[in-house]
């Protein structure tokens, strides 16, 4: 995020494509931009373009903001954006070039719009809805919401998928993430794991086998979808470690 804000302070001379071009027009019309980077051996970046970014009404809904793609190999992309580990990400960045979202992984048009809707929100834009729906986090550094990508990235990078399923109206959903998820030498020990959230009784929940009867209920899996450990319920960081050390153990 640090090299984005850098970007204020360059000489225009320095920026060069169509990322320069877009980031330059935002500043000159005071508009925000969405940057969608890609890389060319990602099938769910062609998916992601085809099924959501191409829909009618998410179009309309990014009218907005100023459009720009980039391949993550590009020079101004690791020069102008946050480390992008992970295609496609989609950045929602404000006119004084701060980034105010971050999401990673393909997701489709109803779950992208709630991202749309609430960058908007963040940077001050009236949506169309008189009720937003807040997208499901801000902090997307460590979450996937879609298993495929998720899987997909640890295939790739030789991980293992720690699958997070929460009730939103639960509070024991949102102390185990937000305590126990958050505590340093958990963070630490799932290191090797991808991290998805996913909502209980969710189509993509159902569509993976994951049905838990509650909430919140951890799966630890194999790229490859294979169950390593199932941990149901609540747990605190010392006792959530006991959970962790158990599913590494049947790697």
């Given at each position: 995020?640090?090299?984005?804000?850098?970007?204020?302070?360059?000489?225009?001379?320095?920026?060069?494509g169509?990322?320069?071009?877009?980031?330059?027009?935002?500043?000159?019309?005071h508009?925000?931009?969405?940057?969608?980077?890609?890389?060319?051996?990602?099938?769910?970046?062609?998916?992601?373009?085809?099924q959501?970014?191409?829909?009618?009404a998410?179009?309309?809904?990014?009218?907005s903001?100023?459009?720009?793609?980039?391949?993550?190999n590009?020079?101004?992309?690791?020069?102008?954006?946050?480390?992008?580990?992970?295609?496609?990400?989609?950045?929602?960045?404000?006119?004084k070039?701060?980034?105010v979202?971050?999401?990673?992984?393909?997701?489709?048009?109803?779950?992208?719009?709630?991202?749309?809707?609430?960058?908007?929100?963040?940077?001050?834009?009236s949506?169309?809805?008189?009720?937003?729906?807040?997208?499901?986090?801000?902090k997307?550094?460590?979450?996937?919401?879609?298993?495929?990508s998720?899987?997909?990235?640890?295939?790739?990078t030789?991980?293992?998928?720690?699958?997070?399923v929460?009730?939103?109206?639960?509070?024991?959903?949102?102390?185990?993430?937000?305590?126990?998820?958050?505590?340093?030498?958990?963070?630490?020990?799932?290191?090797?794991f991808?991290w998805?959230k996913?909502?209980?009784?969710?189509?993509?929940?159902?569509?993976?086998?994951?049905?838990?009867?509650l909430?919140p209920?951890?799966?630890?899996?194999?790229?490859?979808?294979?169950?390593?450990?199932t941990a149901?319920?609540?747990?605190?960081?010392?006792?959530?470690?006991?959970?962790?050390?158990?599913?590494?153990?049947?790697?």
């Open positions: 995020m640090k090299k984005i804000a850098l970007l204020i302070y360059l000489p225009m001379i320095l920026l060069s169509d990322l320069k071009d877009a980031l330059l027009k935002a500043r000159k019309d508009r925000p931009i969405m940057v969608y980077v890609k890389s060319d051996a990602c099938t769910y970046c062609d998916k992601m373009k085809e959501t970014l191409n829909d009618e998410i179009q309309k809904n990014m009218k903001f100023i459009f720009v793609t980039v391949d993550k590009e020079r101004e992309a690791k020069q102008y954006l946050p480390e992008t580990r992970y295609t496609p990400t989609v950045y929602f960045i404000s006119s070039f701060k980034v979202n971050t999401v990673k992984g393909y997701l489709g048009k109803n779950d992208f719009g709630m991202w749309i809707n609430d960058s908007k929100a963040k940077l001050g834009i949506t169309e809805s008189q009720t937003l729906n807040k997208a499901r986090t801000t997307s550094e460590n979450w996937f919401y879609d298993m495929a998720a899987e997909d990235y640890a295939s790739q030789g991980k293992q998928v720690m699958v997070y929460e009730n939103r109206r639960s509070k024991w959903s949102k102390k185990m993430r937000t305590k126990t998820l958050h505590d340093k030498e958990v963070k630490k020990a799932l290191e090797n991808v998805v996913l909502q209980k009784d969710s189509a993509e929940a159902k569509t993976y086998g994951i049905n838990p009867s909430a209920t951890v799966y630890f899996r194999k790229a490859d979808g294979s169950t390593l450990a149901k319920g609540y747990f605190a960081a010392k006792d959530f470690m006991l959970w962790i050390n158990y599913a590494k153990g049947q790697m």
